[in-house]
C-alpha cells in the first residue's frame, strides 16, 4: 500500500515537472522570450500531476479500451481544469484564465481544443508513458525512495505556503477579467518592482494577466499614487533637511549670540576694573600730595618759628 501510495507521488511530481516544462516552452516559443511558467515558485505545474494521478488511479478498470481512456481523460480533465479556474478565482478574487475567445468553451474555464488534447495526452500517459516511468521508479531502493520523496515533498508544501502569501498580497482585484497572456501588467509589475520582490516579478511573467485584478482601474491612477508617494517622501526629507538646518543656524546663532554676550561682559568687567585701577591711582596720587602739601607746610611754620 505504501509503495503504491509512493508510486502516485512520485508520478505526481514528475508530471507536475513535465506539466511546468511543456508551459514554459510553449509560452516561451509564443512570446520569444523565457516565461518561467507557474503558479508556484519551483519548477512544477501541480494540476498536470493531479490530472495524471486521477486518470491512473480512476481509469485502470479502462486500461484496454482506448476509446474508453480517451473519453474519460477529457471528462476529469475537464473537471480537474474547470474547479481549479473556479476555486482559484474564489479563494484570489481573479481568474488564471479564460477562454472565453475560443469556440465550443464553458464559462471561459475549459474549451473543446484543450479537453481533445488532454484526452489525447491521457490516453498516451496511460498506455505508453506512465508503463515506462513505473517500470524504472519500481527500481529506485526504498529507502532512497523515501528520502528522495520526503525531501521533495517538504519543498513542495513550503513552496506552496510562500506562493500563497505571495498571492494573497494581491488579493485585490477586479472581477471583471479576459485572459490576456500576452500583454505584462505594468501596473504590476511596477508595484513588484518598487518593493524588489523576485517571487513577485516571476508571477507577474508567469500569469501577466492579472493585470486587471489590481484595486485601480488604470495605469495612470497607480503611477499618480506613486509618484504622491515619490513626492510626499521627497517633501519629508526636504522638510526634515530644512528643520535641521534651521536648528544648526538657530544653534549657531545662539552660540554666537552668547560669545558676544561673554565678549560685551567681559570688555565691560575690563573697563569697569580698568576705571576702579584708575580712581584708586588718582585717590593715591591725591592723597599722596595732599600729605605731602601738609607735611610741607608743618616743615615751613617749623623753619618761620625758628
Not at 481533445?116 to 529506485?140: D, Q, R
Not at 523515501?146 to 494581491?170: E, Q
Not at 505594468?186 to 523576485?198: A, L, Y
Amino acid at each position: 500500500m505504501l509503495s503504491q501510495i509512493e508510486t502516485y507521488l512520485a508520478l505526481f511530481y514528475i508530471y507536475s515537472f513535465a506539466g511546468w516544462v511543456m508551459e514554459t516552452v510553449g509560452i516561451s516559443i509564443r512570446e520569444k522570450k523565457l516565461v518561467d511558467r507557474g503558479f508556484l515558485i519551483g519548477p512544477y505545474c501541480p494540476i498536470y500531476g493531479t490530472g495524471v494521478v486521477l486518470i491512473t488511479i480512476l481509469l485502470k478498470k479502462y486500461s484496454d479500451d482506448v476509446l474508453a481512456t480517451f473519453v474519460m481523460s477529457i471528462i476529469i480533465c475537464g473537471i480537474l481544469e474547470y474547479l481549479t479556474s473556479y476555486f482559484m478565482e474564489k479563494i484570489f478574487k481573479a481568474r488564471w484564465w479564460d477562454y472565453s475567445d475560443r469556440k465550443f468553451n464553458l464559462n471561459g474555464r475549459v474549451c473543446l481544443q484543450n479537453l481533445i488534447l488532454f484526452g489525447l495526452l491521457g490516453t498516451t500517459i496511460v498506455f505508453v508513458i506512465n508503463p515506462f516511468f513505473v517500470k524504472y521508479i519500481e527500481k529506485v531502493p526504498e529507502l532512497a525512495l523515501h528520502i528522495i520523496l520526503s525531501l521533495i515533498t517538504i519543498l513542495f508544501i513550503l513552496d506552496t505556503i510562500v506562493s500563497y502569501k505571495v498571492i494573497f498580497d494581491l488579493k485585490d482585484m477586479s472581477k471583471e477579467f479576459r485572459d490576456n497572456t500576452e500583454e505584462i501588467s505594468e501596473k504590476v509589475q511596477k508595484r513588484i518592482r518598487s518593493w524588489k520582490i523576485k517571487l513577485y516579478r516571476r508571477l507577474v511573467k508567469a500569469f501577466p494577466a492579472i493585470k486587471e485584478y489590481v484595486k485601480y482601474n488604470t495605469w495612470e491612477e497607480i503611477k499618480k499614487k506613486i509618484e504622491e508617494s515619490r513626492k510626499d517622501f521627497k517633501e519629508r526629507i526636504e522638510n526634515s533637511k530644512k528643520e535641521f538646518n534651521e536648528k544648526v543656524e538657530n544653534s549657531r546663532k545662539e552660540f554666537n549670540k552668547k560669545i558676544e554676550n561673554s565678549k560685551r561682559e567681559f570688555s565691560e568687567k575690563m573697563e569697569n576694573s580698568k576705571k576702579e585701577f584708575n580712581e584708586k591711582i588718582e585717590n593715591s596720587k591725591r592723597e599722596f600730595s595732599e600729605k605731602m602739601k601738609a607735611s610741607k607746610k608743618v616743615e615751613n611754620k617749623r623753619n618761620q618759628n625758628k
